[in-house]
């Protein structure tokens, strides 16, 4: 996104702080605090509401802040709001009877959200809200509206008047819905060294907001802010860009920091900005845990001017995060401003011949799928198609958060992840949908408006929604990808549903793999089979340890599932790697000594590596990762490619590096060949080939049922696990599966001993 301007905060609220309540319905209406004149309608006098704050992408539903500069309550009742599109089925709401904005206050108007009314149109990244006069034709060409306030990108946090009512838009320092708006600097203090650190004492601070703060007039001080020359003015230094860091140390701010002391960042009227106080030096540094939100906490290792080394992060369970194992810088891929933001996911589709390949990428504001393609051996990459996503019935405008492609390739389908219908943004609509290029596979190069790219209807629908009652709207799937079923056989994957080794056939018309997806909702990753009369499977669900899990990419080269977290985790990455002895519930194991052979040789994924990210790039709103195949991997690295959703600094696509041992050009990668491991420990890919028939189309011809199998279902027999254990297993390979008569003792016995063993390892 690019930066905004910012003002400096009022030294008072310019407003009466009044709340709307439930202010999507308008139910309870705010009263005037000594209001003894009747309200004026709008149209009437010469005040007009002005549009007061606006928030387009973080909460469940969209919402409009309106504000009233007169001395008097304001009616506004009958007045028609709208975006930028007015002209459009749905896209203009009439505020209801008995709307009133009192004197010098606010007015929440919600969009809708399940069954509480509002409007009823999402706001996109590149957008605007309109307020029409009462009976007002929105839909004429040269209809004017009263109000108007537009953008050309989500504010990461919420667009407002700084002061409110009066001042300039710029994005706010935190949302601050019906009541006066936080214009506040966004810069805070982030790490602290007391103790002669190197060269000595030393401040770090960190810009929280979407665009580059100016430090330049505030003031820092320690305990003593009285005592001479301990306040220093900052002054001289450059902006600090959104998500970066300062440091000053001794040599410029003129005091040194003592056992028990303070810190303290004041604005130019000498208002406390942000402060810290300790009672001794720390053995390293005090810093935010996370970076600029978090609580002071000790750190685990100094880190000036780069992410705070915490033991607890994000989400974290304790495990410091490592640097990253690449490049320390990433670099814009696209033209400044080329992107309108709301770029949420992206998949690398392999070329052939160790050809380039194509990048597909997801926007969610407007429910885009664009194709980039480069012509100079990804040196540089330009969008060649592009298309409108819609579901099946051809409505809708799909959040699309996430997009993977399968063994097949594009020519096979496109799998898109979306958390919702923006036409219907209060109502959850968690899906998978599949997309069929056309046979022409044409569409626009160029940025359009909505409207200007040729419409994709979805071929399928998956809709999880039974498998997660509750989930907010604005908090369903985000991250998908794809994994085959001959790596998850080849290391006998858990089927959490079963309690044994996953079997693809109890999944009849699932295709050749399984997806994965991340919900924002729950910080977890869930592998599904998806089959093609519309039903699914859950066959496991991983604990990411994130708060949000914002991508997701199976990685067979290196036999791992990356797990991306966005800004919320300071850009953290995961790897997840098989684990072997993941164990069955006691009752799935009992209940044949065939099933506890077979569950005993079981994996299922782990967090083997969390990584950092790059050490000098900013926060960025990252909400899609992925990495380019060893056939691209030059001096010892392979691409990795990024999707700004917040399109900071107006970029939206970045790549950085990833370190690669690059396989030899006479040697093909195959399965005996280690391809950098992201642990030591870990051997390179194992994975048997896979027939590049498209998937969801390359599905067996005899599949008869695609509903949803039960465990323990009469799909699979105890005998029929038994016997797909038989290659992994030294029971199964003595017999188990063909004559367990002969183990009807024994068998009860290593059943005993199976579950202690379970049991401890759950215990370890």
Request: charged share 20%.
């Amino acid at each position: 996104m690019s930066s905004q301007p910012r003002a400096s905060a009022p030294t008072a609220p310019a407003l009466v702080p009044t709340v709307l309540a439930a202010t999507l319905a308008l139910v309870l209406l705010p009263a005037p605090l000594a209001a003894a004149a009747p309200a004026a309608p709008a149209s009437a006098g010469a005040v007009v509401p002005v549009i007061n704050e606006v928030e387009s992408n973080g909460d469940d539903t969209d919402w409009v802040e309106l504000g009233n500069p007169g001395d008097a309550p304001l009616d506004v009742s009958g007045l028609i709001l709208t975006d930028a599109e007015p002209a459009k089925k749905d896209h203009a709401y009439t505020l209801p009877a008995g709307s009133v904005i009192p004197a010098k206050g606010l007015l929440v108007v919600d969009g809708i959200q399940g069954d509480r009314p509002g409007f009823p149109f999402g706001l996109g990244g590149e957008d605007s809200v309109r307020l029409y006069s009462a009976g007002k034709d929105v839909k004429a060409t040269d209809a004017s509206p009263l109000v108007e306030y537009s953008w050309t990108a989500h504010a990461t946090v919420t667009f407002g008047r700084c002061p409110d009512l009066a001042g300039a838009f710029a994005t706010t320092t935190r949302s601050t819905k019906g009541a006066p708006n936080d214009c506040s600097s966004p810069l805070v203090i982030n790490e602290i060294v007391s103790d002669a650190g190197d060269p000595d004492d030393w401040v770090e601070f960190y810009n929280t907001g979407a665009g580059a703060a100016d430090p330049n007039g505030l003031v820092l001080t320690d305990a003593e802010p009285d005592k001479a020359g301990h306040r220093y003015t900052l002054t001289g230094l450059d902006p600090i860009p959104a998500g970066g860091f300062l440091r000053l140390d001794t040599a410029q701010f003129g005091f040194g920091l003592g056992k028990a002391d303070a810190v303290r960042l004041l604005g130019a009227d000498g208002t406390v900005v942000d402060e810290y106080a300790w009672q001794a030096h720390a053995a390293t540094s005090y810093g935010r845990c996370p970076d600029g939100s978090g609580e002071f906490a000790l750190t685990e290792r100094v880190t000036p001017g780069a992410a705070n080394a915490c033991s607890e992060q994000g989400g974290g369970d304790g495990v410091s995060a490592s640097p990253w194992p690449g490049g320390d810088t990433v670099r814009a891929l696209d033209t400044a401003d080329e992107a309108r933001g709301d770029w949420s996911g992206i998949d690398h589709e392999p070329g052939a011949a160790g050809a380039p390949g194509a990048l597909w990428v997801v926007q969610n504001g407007d429910g885009e799928l664009y194709r980039l393609d480069s012509a100079d051996a990804g040196a540089s990459w330009q969008r060649t198609r592009g298309y409108e996503l819609r579901y099946p019935d051809g409505a809708g405008t799909v959040d699309a958060e996430g997009v993977t492609v399968t063994s097949g390739g594009s020519a096979a389908g496109l799998y898109v992840s979306s958390e919702r219908d923006n036409d219907v943004k209060g109502v959850s609509r968690p899906s998978v949908l599949r997309y069929a290029l056309p046979a022409a596979d044409s569409g626009s190069a160029a940025r359009t408006a909505v409207g200007g790219t040729p419409v994709l209807k979805a071929a399928a629908e998956w809709n999880l929604a039974a498998d997660f009652p509750g989930l907010r709207a604005n908090s369903g799937l985000e991250g998908i990808t794809w994994i085959p079923d001959a790596w998850l056989t080849g290391h006998s994957f858990l089927d959490e549903r079963t309690g044994a080794a996953y079997r693809p056939a109890n999944y009849p018309g699932h295709g050749e793999g399984l997806f994965a997806v991340g919900v924002e909702g729950t910080g977890q990753v869930y592998l599904y089979a998806l089959m093609d009369d519309g039903a699914f499977a859950r066959i496991a669900s991983i604990d990411s340890d994130f708060d949000v899990v914002a991508d997701l990419q199976f990685d067979a080269e290196r036999e791992a599932l990356w797990v991306a977290c966005d800004d919320a985790c300071n850009g953290r990455i995961a790897v997840f790697s098989p684990r072997e002895g993941a164990a069955a519930s006691p009752a799935a194991v009992a209940a044949a000594t065939a099933r506890v052979a077979a569950a005993a040789a079981t994996q299922s994924f782990t967090r083997t590596a969390l990584y950092e990210r790059p050490a000098q790039t900013q926060n960025f709103g990252n909400e899609g990762f992925t990495l380019a195949d060893a056939s691209q991997c030059v001096d010892g690295a392979v691409p990795t490619f990024y999707v700004d959703d917040n399109n900071t600094d107006g970029h939206s696509l970045r790549t950085g590096t990833l370190a690669a041992t690059c396989p030899d050009p006479e040697t093909p990668v195959g399965p005996e060949t280690p391809v950098d491991p992201v642990d030591p420990e870990t051997p390179g890919t194992e994975v048997p080939g896979t027939d590049d028939g498209g998937e969801k189309g390359s599905t067996p011809d005899d599949a008869t049922d695609g509903s949803q199998p039960e465990a323990g279902s009469e799909a699979e027999t105890d005998d029929d696990i038994a016997a797909q254990a038989g290659g992994t297993d030294t029971l199964a390979r003595t017999g188990a599966a063909t004559t367990p008569w002969l183990l009807a003792a024994g068998g009860l016995l290593a059943a005993g001993l199976t579950l202690l063993t379970l049991g401890w390892r759950r215990r370890a």
